[in-house]
């Protein structure tokens, strides 16, 4: 039942994610978006590494052998975070010079070339 | 000599490009002027070397290095591995090429920045090498995205708003593609238990019928075909490389692009060969996909004027015709992907040359604003039009060999996709003629549909010598017109490889590997011999009458322009309006191809 919730979730996370970006007049906006769709990738990946009644893959203060979370998955959603996070600065330096430049964040309003 | 038995080196292509990009950046306030220049061409030349180097001397097995020493125990994966195949091999060596011309093209185009535009292209190609040479598909993803945001930044490094909105496009549809790319992995790795292509394989060839396996496979496809810019998700392309300066375009254009198809081909034919299920949707679903998307692009791009966004559309016309070579999925039409793949890169990337030289010498990109104003320097015009006549299907050289393979491979497999070949390949043919003709040429007074289409007046730094943007151009193009009949039995050998990468075939008996390698493969060689010959005649022909057409107009009685304007007017302003420029509009047609892809998978 958990595991339903969680695929669920993930789904939910995706299409609005998407929906935000497909109906968004903001570039701000639109990015914040983008990251609820990375949202979706990170529950995914938590989702499928998860073992119930485990501990954290950390076996310092308790012996090897011991029930524990994948820990692949858990590196690779550290991964992933650095790539969001690079990729949310870069757009946002743009969205930031593309203010400068138009004085506006419209999506609707600015076109990359004119007719 | 060779470096081959020094397994060690394996890596170097991907790391001497990271340290130097490192060092360039610390140091780049105290670096003279032209220094970072003259390191960033020996370290792409140094990594073309090596990675040619192991392309040539790579037997039947590819070289492995794994990283760390964590070699694989007990049949278990733990580490994360490096596995060199001629086909991988040869694409890093031309990638490096690329960057060697393209650095030298833009020599002295960034001087108020120091170095970080050098920085920049050299994580780009180390991310590109790494793409083509990893065995591992987390890895893989963390090179595409190393590949990616370098691009990003690249793209918008102008600041002009068309720059920026074209960046801001690319970014955010390319990183939407990165997270099914990342949802697809990780429903792979919770069926699998790894991440190893060859641990992969296996586990799908255990479990060949499994939906979940389908439904990564789904998701890890759309991620590289966003990338590869395939119909529906294709107008990013003409927004970023309409608008990236023409040393990135050159890039973008001629081996970033097609990479995405080319991490498509290892998917298919290495994680999922064993699956029956993957390989029907991928044969009807990309074939489809790559028919329409080469048929779209070459008529968008006769429909375009600026000149850089008009040759982005040829980019995905001409992408198009290798996923009908990858398609049907036997060594025919690898070996044509592979082929087509460098021989289109050869060419693209002298003609986004030749429009950062018209960019810099005649200050625009607008075909119309600037008929006859190139006829000072005509032979550039001559070099255009080869290259305009190469895109049409001139049979010469490596892209010959790529649209043989191709064509036979698609009538072998199915009659729809030559036709689209021919077509896509007549159009852009055809249209970078005409823009060859206008500029140069001083004809084509009366414009087309293409005055409908949006334009903006850019410019690059115009006082670099003409010699140094002038040679790498050349250079590209005699490589791509060059006889290349040598370079056959190669890259059959590098197709062959790239099929049999994972070899679960004996696992697996009479599998969809199995299947699919005899009859279709054998007929593939030996179809439409007819085709063969005429085949590039036909388009090339097909291109010049278009050209002459649309140069002639003038000639024509205008009341037959006016009608003739009448009855495509709309139709071009629907398929303009379709590549707008909006972003959501794009991201709906990623949610469109989603469902495509759904509806397809579900009843395979």
């Known amino acids: 039942m958990t595991g339903m919730l969680c695929w669920a979730t993930v789904a939910w996370l995706l299409g609005i994610g998407l929906y935000g970006i497909v109906t968004s007049r903001n570039y701000v906006h639109l990015v914040g978006c983008l990251s609820v769709v990375q949202a979706s990738t990170y529950l995914l990946l ?33 991964t992933d975070i650095v790539i969001g996070a690079t990729v949310t600065a870069l757009l946002l330096a743009l969205v930031l010079r593309l203010h400068k430049r138009t004085g506006s964040l419209d999506a609707g309003s600015i076109r990359p070339l004119s007719r | 000599m060779s470096v081959w038995g020094l397994p060690g080196l394996v890596p170097l292509p991907v790391v001497l490009p990271l340290v130097v990009a490192g060092v360039l950046l610390a140091f780049s306030k105290l670096l003279p002027a032209r220094l970072p220049d003259a390191i960033a061409v020996l370290t792409t030349v140094t990594v073309s070397g090596l990675c040619a180097d192991f392309a040539l001397h790579i037997g039947d097995q590819p070289l492995v290095y794994w990283f760390g020493g964590w070699t694989p125990r007990d049949g278990q994966v733990l580490g994360i591995s490096f596995a060199v195949d001629p086909a991988g091999a040869i694409l890093g060596a031309f990638s490096g090429l690329l960057f060697t011309c393209s650095l030298i093209f833009a020599w002295g185009y960034y001087d108020e920045v120091h170095a970080h535009f050098h920085v ?23 090179w595409f995205e190393v590949m990616s945001v370098a691009a990003f930044a690249l793209t918008g490094y102008a600041l002009r708003s068309s720059s920026l909105v074209g960046a801001l496009n690319f970014t955010v549809i390319n990183t939407i593609g990165s997270y099914l790319i990342l949802a697809g992995i990780g429903l792979l790795y919770a069926q699998g238990g790894a991440l190893d292509f060859s641990a992969l394989a296996q586990a799908v060839a255990k479990t060949p019928a499994d939906p979940v396996l389908t439904a990564a496979f789904a998701l890890v496809a759309m991620g590289f075909l966003i990338k590869a810019a395939q119909v529906p998700f294709q107008p990013w392309l003409a927004d970023a490389h309409a608008v990236a300066p023409s040393p990135v375009s050159v890039i973008f254009s001629g081996i970033m692009v097609p990479l995405g198809l080319f991490g498509l081909a290892r998917m298919v034919c290495d994680v999922f060969a064993a699956s029956p299920e993957v390989h029907r949707v991928a044969t009807t679903l990309l074939l489809g996909m790559g028919a329409l998307t080469a048929v779209l692009g070459g008529v968008m791009a006769l429909i375009q004027r600026h000149i850089k966004r008009l040759l982005a559309f040829s980019t995905i016309s ?14 025919v039409g690898l070996a044509g992907l592979l082929a087509y793949l460098i021989g289109h890169g050869l060419v693209k990337a002298s003609l986004f040359m030749v429009a950062g030289i018209i960019e810099a010498r005649c200050v625009g990109t607008d075909e119309i604003g600037l008929r006859g104003a190139g006829r000072p320097f005509w032979a550039v015009g001559i070099v255009m039009a080869v290259g305009a006549l190469m895109l049409a299907g001139l049979p010469l050289g490596l892209m010959k060999i790529g649209s043989e393979q191709i064509v036979g491979a698609a ?15 007549a159009c852009t043919g055809a249209a970078v003629l005409r823009v060859a003709g206008r500029v140069f040429g001083g004809f084509g007074p009366v414009p087309g549909e293409e005055k409908r289409a949006p334009t903006e007046q850019e410019r690059e730094k115009a006082d670099r010598p003409l010699s140094l943007m002038l040679a790498p151009t050349l250079l590209l193009l005699m490589l791509a017109v060059l006889p290349a009949e040598s370079g056959r039995a190669f890259l059959d050998h590098a197709a062959t490889m790239l099929r049999h990468a994972s070899d679960v075939r004996d696992l697996v008996p009479g599998s969809a590997t199995g299947g699919l390698a005899s009859p279709s493969a054998r007929r593939g060689e030996l179809a439409a011999p007819v085709m063969r010959t005429i085949g590039p005649w036909i388009s090339v022909g097909l291109a010049i009458v278009i050209a002459v057409y649309h140069l002639g107009r003038s000639r024509i009685q205008p009341a037959i322009n006016k009608g003739v304007d009448r009855v495509l007017g709309p139709w071009v302003e629907v398929l303009q309006g379709l590549h707008g420029g909006l972003i959501g509009d794009y991201v709906a047609w990623v949610v469109v191809g989603l469902a495509v892809f759904a509806v397809t998978c579900a009843f395979a």
């Open chain 1, 46 to 78: 938590l989702g499928i590494g998860y073992r119930w009644q485990a501990g954290p893959p950390i076996f310092y203060d308790h012996p090897p052998g011991t029930p524990a979370v994948d820990p692949v998955v858990q590196a690779l959603v550290l």
């Open chain 2, 120 to 142: 920049l292209m050299l994580l780009f190609m180390a991310g590109m090498v790494g793409f083509c040479l990893t065995h591992d598909l987390f890895n893989m993803f963390v």
């Open chain 2, 318 to 331: 001409h992408t198009g015709i290798m996923m009908i070579g990858l398609a049907s999925l036997n060594r």
């Open chain 2, 411 to 425: 009538h072998a497999f199915r009659q729809g996709g030559t036709g689209a070949v021919l077509i896509g390949a």
